[in-house]
Nanobody, 115 residues
């Protein structure tokens, strides 16, 4: 079992910044990937970003150049720095970890960007 705890969501004005964090604990295998999906009401779930245990990253085109994902391997935490936020970034952001063919999810954190 793996447990994920998210933090860092909130309300910010357009053009502002937020940082999301996700800490993993439990049976974490060395070969894994962590990141965030986001879900807005009435819209499809979107993969925002992910990073592997080796440091490879994937960033969605919709946030590329504005969001950065990083990882602290020793602490099994990931961070999503979100700059130049737009109202269309408003969503619930769900942290995940994928390893050994299994996916575990965080509780979700609300990000709201006002215009």
């Amino acid at each position: 079992q793996v447990q994920l705890v998210e933090s860092g969501g909130g309300l910010v004005q357009a053009g502002g910044s937020l940082r999301l964090s996700c800490a993993a604990s439990g049976s974490i295998f060395s070969d894994n990937a962590m990141g965030w999906y986001r879900q807005a009401p009435g819209k499809q779930r979107e993969l925002v970003a992910r990073i592997t245990s080796s440091g490879s990253t994937n960033i969605a085109d919709s946030v590329k150049g504005r969001f950065t994902i990083s990882r602290d391997r020793a602490k099994n935490t990931v961070s999503l720095r979100m700059n130049s936020l737009r109202p269309e970034d408003t969503a619930v952001y769900y942290c995940f970890i994928a390893r050994a063919g299994e996916v575990y999810w965080g509780q979700g954190t609300q990000v709201t960007v006002s215009s």
